[in-house]
């Protein structure tokens, strides 16, 4: 099975930063589009941040855009998440996934457990 397991996750003062990683098992990771998901208490779960196998192309939320990065190394199997200028609204559970094809379109085939970050004002 493909398993995606986050870390990085944890308490961090606004204004702070943050990095989350994810790692990724089995042969989906080669050719996969890979996003960053969240969920906050009551609030749906949103992509807020995505990057397409073909042509680098990536997505930004407008919430994160200019905060966040999103970058893959695909030697290592592993997917980060670099968060600046945290703010308490970045409260959340963020989620790695992997889609099934090369874009990231529609919903993705496998998810993380998620891990928790808390943004203190």
């Known amino acids: 099975q493909v398993q995606l397991v986050e870390s990085g996750g944890g308490l961090v003062q606004a204004g702070g930063s943050l990095r989350l990683s994810c790692a990724a098992s089995?042969?989906?990771?080669?050719?996969?589009?890979m996003g960053w998901f969240r969920q906050a208490p009551g609030k749906e779960r949103e992509l807020i941040a995505a990057?397409?196998?073909?042509?680098?192309?990536?997505y930004y939320a407008d919430s994160v855009k200019g905060r966040f990065t999103i970058s893959r190394d695909n030697a290592k199997n592993t997917l980060s998440l670099q968060m600046n200028s945290l703010k308490p609204e970045d409260t959340a559970v963020y989620y790695c996934?992997?889609?099934?094809?090369?874009?990231?379109?529609?919903?993705?085939?496998?998810w993380g457990k998620g891990t928790p970050v808390t943004v203190s004002s």
């Open positions: 089995g042969r989906t990771f080669s050719g996969s589009a």
């Open positions: 996934a992997a889609y099934e094809g090369v874009y990231y379109s529609g919903s993705p085939g496998y």
């Open positions: 990057k397409a196998w073909i042509g680098g192309i990536t």
